[in-house]
């Protein structure tokens, strides 16, 4: 019998895959901008800025014209947060049913992984924005460090599961 929700997620994953590589594109171009001595990982160093106190160095360092871009960065990630943990966990999901095809359904794991990525950088992003329009204090400087690193511990721990993945499904292609 075929699963119409997996039939479904192979469907939408090239879209899912488009979607990602245009929003990580104008996420990476914008963040351009934003690397100068001060920031030199651009918008991954002011999301730290909570731990290491540098936010208000940062803000002063940039331009009006590098506010704007930053703003808008911060909005548009709000676009690129929900293509890249969908795209994670469709990859993980269709991966897992082509190596244990007897698995019921699309996985619920892979996708709770994704929705929790995406509501850490949506908090990370709205203490990222409070600091821009409201000056540096430390409740959102620290709230977005904080939820940054949930987020990239998140990513890191989906992005792990997906590289094991691909391995398994690699050996067992060379096997054959």
Known sequence: MVDPAATY??????WLLVTLLLCGSAVVYL??????????????AFEFCGFSSTCEEALNAWSPYQHKVLLLLLGFDYLFL????ATLAAAI???RQKLHPGLAGVGRVPFALAL???LADAIENLGSIALVLKGVTA?????????ATIKFALLGVG???????LTLRLKRAVER
Request: proline content about 11%.
């Open 139 to 147: 409740p959102p400087a620290l709230i977005a460090a904080v939820f």
């Open 9 to 14: 997620l192979r469907r939408l994953f090239p």
């Open 159 to 165: 992005v792990l599961w997906l590289f094991s993945l």
């Open 31 to 44: 963040d351009g901008e934003l690397r100068i001595q001060t920031t030199p990982q651009g918008i991954v």
């Open 93 to 95: 999901t269709l991966l």
């Open 116 to 118: 929790a990525i995406a």
């Open 82 to 85: 929900l293509s890249y943990p």
